[in-house]
C-alpha cells in the first residue's frame, strides 16, 4: 500500500555517501497520505502512520557525510552552541555542539549571519558540529549540576569559546533535520567535557541571576537591549530564565518557537498604541528559492501568513500542483498554536519588528512561494530572517487594495484567485466595504 | 458641569459592553437634551450610533454641550464591579479632566477616571434608505447568528414576498433558515422592493449579542447590497443603533 515518488534533484554529490544502499532516489509514503499531508505534519505529527517521517528519514539518509570523525576526542571553539533534545520528554539529552577545529566559529550556529548564504553552506557549518550527549531532566534548570552549570555559562559567552569533549564512541555521521531548528550535525554519547574560561554576556548574566523575574520579561529585556534572538534562545532553552521555582529545560526546538512568539506577542501589544499607516505597502524579495511579498493594509494590527509549497519542495512531495496553507490572528490575537507552526511566530516578529520601528500599525499580509530550488528545511530562523530582509526594502505605495496586490502578484508566480481562497484578510479587502463609503448619497440609491 | 445618574447601574453596563464591541476610545457628546456617541470601528466598516435623551435618566444635568473622551474599555472595566440594585452617577470634573463614577448600593464606591484628548471630527450618519423592515425578537435574531456562525464567517439576507431568509455557507457546509411573521417568528416584516445583502458575522454577531441584553426587541434594515442597520429598542427614551457595511463578493 505504498507509492513511490521520485526525490528532486539533490543538493550536489558531496553528501552522497551512500549510494549503493539508497540507489534510488526514491521515498515511501503511505498511500493514504493525500498531497496536504505533509504541509499539514511537517514531520512532526506523524500523520501518514511511519514512526519516522519518511521525507526527513530519506533526506537524512542522503546526506550522511561521506567523511566522518574518526575519533572520541573533539577539540575546538564552539560557538558557543548547545543542544537540549525533546526526545523521551521530559528526561532530555543536553550537550555541548563543539566543531573539530579552533577560531572564530561564530556563524556556525548564529543564523542571523546566515542570509545570502546556499543551503550547502549552511549544511557545512551544520555538519562540523559535534554533538556530545548526555541524560538530564528538565528540573535540573532549578538546581544545574556540572555539566548543564558549564552549558549554561558557556551559552551565556560574548565570543566562542575553546573547549574539549571526550565520547563514549566514535560520534555518527548522521545530519538530523526538522522543521523548526537548524539541522544539527553528529552525535556522540558525552564522556567528559573541559571549556576555557567564558567571558559573559552581562545582560544575559543579569537576568540569569535574577530569580524573581519571569522568562517573559527577561527575554523582552534582552531583546530590547540588542541581544541577538539566537542567543536568547540558547540560553532560554538552557531553563536560564524565569522565577527560581520555575525554571526549566526546554527542547531547542520548542524554545526557539517560544521566544519567536513570546517576542512577537510584546511587540505587537506595543505596535497597537501606535496610529494606522496612512496608505498601501508592498513589499517583495526573493531568496534561496523562495519568494516573498507583504502587503501593508492602513487597517488596525492583524496579520495573515500564507505559504505556497510547489509540488516537488520538502513538504510537497506528492502533489501535482502548489499547495497553499496558512493562518490568521484579528487585532485581538489568537489564542490557538498556528496551523502552519513555528514560521508563523517568526514571521509575525519580523513584521511587528518592523511596525514598531515604524511606529506604525498595520494590517500585515506575507506570502510566500516555496519552489523546489529550497531543497531542505533548514529551520524557521530563513522565515524570521528573509522577512527582516523583505522589510527592509524600500516598499512600493498604492491608494488601493486592488494595485498594491496586483503589484505583488508581479512578483509572485501562485495567481490571486489561489491567494485570495485562502486569505481572509484578502477576502476582506476585497470584499468588505467601508461604512464611510455611505456617508454621502450616491446617485442610484431611492431617495 | 455634567452629571446623570442611572438607577441601574447594570443598564449601562450593558450599553457599554455594546459600544465596546466596535470601538475602544470615544467621545460622549453631552448636552442639555441628553448623550450621544456615534462613531465608526478602527476599520470604518461598521458604526455604533447611540442616544440617551435626559429623560431617560433619573437625574440630567448639563449646563454646556461638551464632548467628552473616554476609554470605554478602562470605563466598562470599572462597572463590571457593579451589583444589582445599585445606581450609577456619572460625573465629568471639566478642571481636572476626570470621570467619576459614582456607585451607590450598600457601599458607596467612587471610581475616577482620566479623560483622553478629543480628537473626533463629529462623525455623519449614512445616507441611506431601506427596502427592507424586519422586526424581532433579540433572542430571536441571536439564535440566528449563532446557528450562522456554526458554519461561516459570513451571513446573507433575504427579504422576498412575506418570508426573511438567512443564509450563511462555507466551502464545505451551509445553513438556511426561514422566517414569517404567520410562523410567529417575526413581529413585523415590511419589504417596498425584493432584498439580499451579507455581512460579516464577526461584526454582525458581536453586534447582537452585545445589543440584545440591552432591548428583547430588534431591527434590522437592509437594501440590496447596502449597509444594514441593526436597531435596538430601548423602553426609555433611548436608542441603540448599529450600521454595518456589506460585503459584496461579485465585483
Known amino acids: ?447 | 458641569m455634567f452629571k446623570a445618574v442611572v438607577q441601574d447601574a447594570k443598564i449601562w453596563k450593558n450599553l457599554l459592553t455594546a459600544i465596546s464591541t466596535l470601538i475602544e476610545e470615544a467621545d460622549f457628546n453631552t448636552s442639555e437634551d441628553g448623550l450621544k456617541l456615534r462613531s465608526m470601528d478602527p476599520s470604518h466598516v461598521a458604526m455604533v450610533d447611540f442616544e440617551w435623551s435626559k429623560e431617560a435618566f433619573e437625574e440630567y444635568v448639563c449646563d454646556k454641550p461638551t464632548n467628552i473622551r473616554v476609554n470605554i474599555t478602562t470605563m466598562l472595566k470599572l462597572l463590571r464591579r457593579s451589583k444589582s440594585e445599585e445606581s450609577l452617577e456619572i460625573s465629568y470634573d471639566e478642571e481636572r479632566k476626570k470621570v467619576d463614577l459614582t456607585l451607590r448600593g450598600k457601599i458607596l464606591k467612587k471610581f475616577t477616571m482620566p479623560t483622553l484628548e478629543s480628537v473626533e471630527e463629529e462623525v455623519p450618519t449614512p445616507k441611506l434608505s431601506f427596502n427592507a423592515r424586519v422586526k424581532l425578537m433579540s433572542e430571536t435574531l441571536k439564535e440566528i447568528v449563532e446557528d450562522s456562525e456554526t458554519v461561516s464567517d459570513n451571513i446573507s439576507f433575504k427579504a422576498k414576498e412575506d418570508k426573511l431568509f438567512v443564509k450563511a455557507s462555507s466551502e464545505l457546509s451551509n445553513v438556511g433558515m426561514e422566517l414569517s411573521k404567520t410562523d410567529g417568528a417575526l413581529l413585523e416584516l415590511d419589504i417596498k422592493e425584493d432584498s439580499d445583502a451579507t455581512f460579516n458575522l464577526n461584526y454582525f454577531g458581536e453586534m447582537v449579542k452585545a445589543g440584545s441584553a440591552t432591548s428583547e426587541v430588534a431591527t434590522i434594515e437592509f437594501s440590496t447590497n447596502m449597509p444594514i442597520r441593526l436597531e435596538f429598542e430601548m423602553s426609555q427614551q433611548g436608542k441603540l443603533m448599529y450600521y454595518l457595511a456589506p460585503r459584496i463578493e461579485a465585483e
Not at chain 1, 528538565?138 to 566562542?160: C, D, V
Not at chain 1, 494590517?363 to 528545511?377: A, D, F, K, Q, S
Not at chain 1, 503589484?407 to 466595504?433: V, Y
Request: net charge positive; glycine share 6%; aromatic share 10%.
Open chain 1, 1 to 447: 500500500m505504498s507509492k513511490l515518488i521520485s526525490w528532486n534533484e539533490w543538493i550536489g554529490s558531496k553528501y552522497y555517501s551512500n549510494n549503493q544502499v539508497y540507489k534510488s532516489n526514491q521515498i515511501n509514503l503511505l498511500k493514504n497520505s493525500n498531497s496536504k499531508t505533509c504541509l499539514i505534519c511537517r514531520g512532526g505529527k506523524l500523520l501518514c502512520g511511519k514512526i519516522r517521517c519518511p521525507v526527513i528519514a530519506k533526506a537524512e539518509a542522503l546526506l550522511k557525510l561521506k567523511t566522518t570523525v574518526d575519533n572520541q576526542l573533539i577539540q575546538g571553539s564552539t560557538p558557543p552552541a548547545v543542544f537540549v533534545g525533546r526526545i523521551g520528554y521530559p528526561k532530555i539529552n543536553i550537550g555541548p555542539m563543539i566543531p573539530p577545529f579552533f577560531g572564530d566559529t561564530e556563524i556556525l550556529d548564529t543564523p542571523e549571519l546566515w542570509m545570502g548564504k546556499k543551503i550547502e553552506d549552511i549544511l557545512d557549518y551544520r555538519f562540523s558540529l559535534i554533538r556530545g550527549k548526555s541524560r538530564s531532566d528538565i528540573f535540573e534548570a532549578q538546581n544545574p549540576g556540572k555539566l548543564l552549570g558549564e552549558l549554561q555559562e558557556l551559552a551565556m559567552g560574548k565570543q566562542p569559546v575553546d573547549t574539549e569533549a571526550t565520547f563514549k564512541k566514535k560520534p555518527n555521521s548522521v545530519l538530523a533535520l526538522n522543521e523548526y531548528s537548524p539541522p544539527f550535525g553528529p552525535s556522540a554519547p558525552l564522556k567528559t567535557f573541559k571549556t576555557a574560561n567564558v567571558s559573559v554576556d552581562s545582560r544575559i548574566e543579569k537576568n540569569f541571576n535574577d530569580t524573581d523575574m519571569t522568562a517573559s520579561d527577561s527575554i523582552y529585556s534582552l531583546y530590547n537591549a540588542g541581544v541577538l534572538i539566537t542567543r536568547i534562545q540558547r540560553t532560554f532553552s538552557l531553563g536560564m530564565f524565569g522565577l527560581s521555582k520555575r525554571r526549566k529545560l526546554v527542547p531547542t526546538r520548542w524554545g526557539i518557537t517560544a521566544v519567536d512568539s513570546t517576542l512577537s506577542k510584546r511587540l505587537v501589544k506595543e505596535v497597537k498604541q501606535f496610529p494606522t499607516i496612512d496608505e498601501y505597502q508592498v513589499f517583495t524579495f526573493t531568496n534561496i528559492g523562495n519568494i516573498y511579498a507583504a502587503i501593508f493594509i492602513p487597517e488596525r494590527w492583524s496579520f495573515e501568513w500564507i505559504e505556497a509549497w510547489y509540488p516537488k519542495t520538502f513538504w510537497n512531495l506528492l502533489g501535482q500542483s502548489p499547495e497553499l496553507m496558512g493562518d490568521f490572528e484579528p487585532y485581538e490575537g489568537r489564542s490557538t498554536y498556528a496551523s502552519v507552526g513555528g514560521c508563523y511566530y517568526s514571521a509575525r516578529l519580523a513584521l511587528a519588528e518592523k511596525l514598531k520601528k515604524d511606529r506604525r500599525q498595520a494590517t500585515g499580509l506575507i506570502l510566500r512561494e516555496i519552489h523546489p530550488e529550497y531543497t531542505l528545511p533548514v529551520g524557521v530562523w530563513n522565515v524570521r530572517e528573509s522577512i527582516r530582509a523583505l522589510l527592509k526594502t524600500k516598499p512600493m505605495k498604492f491608494d488601493t487594495f486592488p494595485k498594491a496586490m496586483s503589484h505583488a502578484l508581479k512578483e509572485l508566480t501562485i495567481p490571486a484567485n489561489d491567494w485570495a481562497g485562502n486569505s481572509k484578510i484578502m477576502r476582506d479587502a476585497l470584499f468588505q466595504k467601508k461604512i464611510s463609503q455611505y456617508f454621502h448619497r450616491s446617485k442610484n440609491e431611492i431617495s
